[in-house]
């Protein structure tokens, strides 16, 4: 029997605690809707910020009460004030919508600016960049002529530093070294090597400059928390083609219509849950007791023993058989009698309506008379 009532068990608890748990989401994601909807107001209506939290703070109240008062009363209202209460409603809804859409866009539009802000001083800083290569690319075409040059004077030193001429009484070729050019090859070698290490430093400079940029530019980019944050818009927006505004307000729109919706459906949940937690009262005010199932219990038939004729000894302990069955059904009509009794006055003492108090009694006595009828028709016998 045990694992058979597990299971009811279980149930019963679900019950018991889902009306609590769906009061808890309700509170919190209705709390939550009202209070971006006012914040979003005021910032839409920041002139007159103040008024508009109170006006908003009220209008969301009075919107959970109308979706209250539909759901219980939609029967009993007339039409005209369901037609307008439905109306007021959706507008308030709408409303809502508003307010959150202009708190999270206003979110949004800061990262937006935030995130455009540091995409101008990183162009900024690559603009810088470039200026520094073509700088450094002028400097090393500079560079490499000075290589040239210095080739050019070493070879000179090696080669062009003697003059021949032709002496008139021999009429020879004669060779002879020739001071003044070599000093000068000398000095303009020294020059120019000193121009290509002036050249190398300030290449080297130039290279230092550039990873410094290329180090600022990593930071920035690390560090641009605008950029985290807008990191799912933008890989939809790539992924898309289509701009950062477009699938933020995607998004925001999505979120608005599961958002308000959600808390008022959430709302209206809690209410039936309780409602049907309640116990159930039958239509004199008392709770209802569920019928517990009785074990069936099935009766072998018995063959009835073969008649035999009856002593007088015999007979006398038949009578005393049915004078005993007789006056254990007269003690059991006095008990229902008793308990009809009790019934009619626990309802002329309640109070249900009289409307329903007099079928009850009138019905009540009908079988109190049966009863009673019996019993007559035994003391009879």
């Not at 994601?29 to 002139?47: D, E, K, P, Q, R």
């Not at 999270?104 to 990183?122: C, M």
Request: proline share 4%; charged share 25%.
């Amino acid at each position: 029997m045990a694992p058979n009532r597990e299971p009811f068990i279980f149930i019963d608890m679900n019950n018991k605690l889902l009306p609590w748990l769906l009061l808890f989401c309700a509170l919190g994601l209705s709390s939550t809707a009202a209070y971006y909807s006012v914040i979003g107001l005021s910032i839409v209506f920041s002139g007159v910020a103040l008024p508009v939290i109170i006006m908003g703070s009220f209008l969301e109240i009075s919107k959970l009460s109308i979706a209250t008062y539909l759901h219980n009363q939609w029967k009993n209202s007339m039409l005209g004030l369901k037609i307008y209460l439905t109306a007021a409603l959706v507008v308030l809804s709408v409303i809502t919508s508003i307010g959150i859409y202009g708190l999270l866009s206003k979110g949004f539009r800061e990262n937006l600016t935030q995130l455009e802000i540091s995409g101008k001083q990183v162009k900024n800083i690559e603009i810088k960049k470039e200026r520094f290569e073509q700088s450094k690319q002028e400097y090393v075409l500079e560079k490499q002529n000075v290589d040239k040059d210095i080739s050019g004077l070493r070879d000179a030193l090696a080669t062009g530093t003697t003059t021949q001429y032709k002496d008139r009484e021999t009429g020879q070729i004669i060779t002879v070294n020739s001071s003044s050019a070599r000093k000068t090859f000398e000095k303009q070698l020294t020059q120019t090597i000193a121009n290509r290490d002036t050249l190398s430093r300030k290449i080297e400079t130039m290279n230092d400059s550039l990873t410094a940029l290329d180090i600022q530019i990593l930071d920035m980019e690390t560090q641009n928390e605008e950029a985290n944050e807008l990191g799912v818009i933008q890989a939809v927006s790539e992924s898309t083609g289509w701009s950062l505004s477009s699938v933020a307000n995607l998004f925001i729109l999505i979120l608005i219509i599961v958002f308000d919706p959600l808390a008022i459906s959430l709302v209206l949940a809690t209410n039936q849950a309780f409602k049907n937690a309640k116990p159930k009262k039958n239509m004199y005010g008392e709770i209802k007791q569920e019928p517990k199932i009785q074990p069936t219990i099935k009766v072998q038939p018995t063959t009835p023993p073969p008649s035999q004729p009856i002593v007088p000894d015999a007979q006398v302990e038949l009578e005393k058989q049915m004078n005993k069955e007789v006056s254990q059904d007269a003690k059991k009509l006095e008990e229902q009698i008793r308990a009809k009794e009790q019934e009619i006055a626990r309802i002329q003492n309640s109070t249900v309506s009289s409307k329903k108090k007099g079928l009850a009694l009138t019905h009540l006595g009908r079988q109190l008379k049966d009863l009673q009828n019996k019993k007559d028709n035994q003391i009879e016998y």
